[in-house]
């Protein structure tokens, strides 16, 4: 168990009780849980969260500990889609002796807990966990070799006012079997990244526009619950301020005129609408080459993961 908490005393209090009521030891402050090794710098204020050594092991289970490192999660010239699926008897026996699932499992959960730069490879390669085909394998090692090569990195938080930051992108029609755009946020408290995600949106939009406003609404429900959290925690919160590099999102979002362009929109998408005008969090433009949440809608290049990952505190 990992306790959390504002005030000291309250919490050696709250351990007190336990410990009358369970068996437990206190390990007092924690070095690992759950995978995570946490590493503390109190001279520089420093605190790392790394899983060297799960993924270590997850390489060694699938025999990718020696394999040749890639720069990349996933490189551009995978383009996976259903038609690379196995469609007879024949082409499925190969298949059904990899295990797939199993190196989708252990690597979606280095995503989940520190590894944010491969949230839109594993997001790719996950929708195709009922019936994968070779290339979609190849894409797995491929991120295997990532993470060789990566092993490393580890989020970084520093000492800073407790400021929550939001980015937020969409990739129009990105996804190739049914033409749906891709969903990516990055959130940062202070200097460190604390929650991200990459997913298919659930419309069809029906421009860049539409996938950007829609992204942006279902964002700024997480940021409410951070800033919840936050409270909670004895953090008093300001606006918070989510970042979009698409202006004409940020024009619908804070001019109901353009009806005419969003009415065929659902009323759910216009949430955002009313955070706005209730001062609940700003929506600031930004330039799509400093877009922190890019990394988790497409695949960039080199330069550009390298970007993401510092800005959002992911360093070796």
């Known amino acids: 168990m990992l306790v959390a908490g504002s005030d000291i005393d309250e919490i050696k209090i709250l351990k007190t009780q336990l410990s009358k009521e369970f068996d437990m030891k206190d390990l007092c402050p924690t070095k690992k849980i759950l995978g995570m090794q946490i590493t503390r710098d109190e001279q ?13 092991r997850v390489l060694k289970r ?6 040749k490192p890639v720069s990349i999660p996933l490189a551009s010239h995978f383009r996976l889609s259903q038609e690379q699926s196995p469609q007879t008897e024949e082409e499925k026996e190969p298949m059904a002796k990899i ?16 590894r944010p730069d491969i949230g839109h490879a594993m997001g790719v390669v996950s929708r195709f966990m009922s019936n994968p085909g070779k290339a979609h394998w190849e ?13 490393k990195k580890c989020l970084h938080f520093g000492k800073r006012e407790m400021k929550v930051k939001g980015y937020v992108d969409a990739d129009f ?16 408290v202070g200097t460190g990244t604390v929650s991200w995600m990459s997913r298919i949106q659930k419309i069809v939009a ?25 409270t909670e925690l004895g953090f008093m919160q300001e606006r918070c301020a989510l970042y979009s590099d698409s202006q004409s999102a940020i024009h619908v979002a804070k001019n109901s005129a353009f009806h005419s362009r969003t009415k065929h929109i659902g009323l759910r998408y216009h949430f955002i609408r009313s955070l706005l005008e209730d001062e609940v969090l ?30 959002n505190g992911l360093l070796e």
């Open 44 to 56: 520089k204020g420093v605190l790392q969260l790394s899983q060297a050594e799960y993924i270590n």
């Open 173 to 188: 029609a990105g996804e190739v079997n049914h033409r749906r755009s891709t969903t990516g946020y990055i959130f940062i």
């Open 139 to 151: 894409a797995v090692k491929w991120i295997l070799r990532y993470l060789r090569g990566t092993t």
């Open 206 to 230: 029906l421009s860049t526009t539409e996938a950007e406003y829609v992204a942006v609404t279902e964002v700024s429900k997480e940021m409410i619950w951070l800033q919840g959290l936050l």
């Open 282 to 311: 700003t929506l600031i433009k930004i330039q799509g080459s400093k877009n922190h949440a890019d990394m988790l809608t497409k695949v960039v290049t080199i330069d550009k993961l390298k970007l993401c990952s510092t800005s």
């Open 99 to 114: 295990p797939y699932a199993s190196a989708i499992e252990s690597l979606m959960y280095a995503m989940v807990c520190t």
């Open 62 to 67: 699938f025999n990718m500990g020696d394999a």
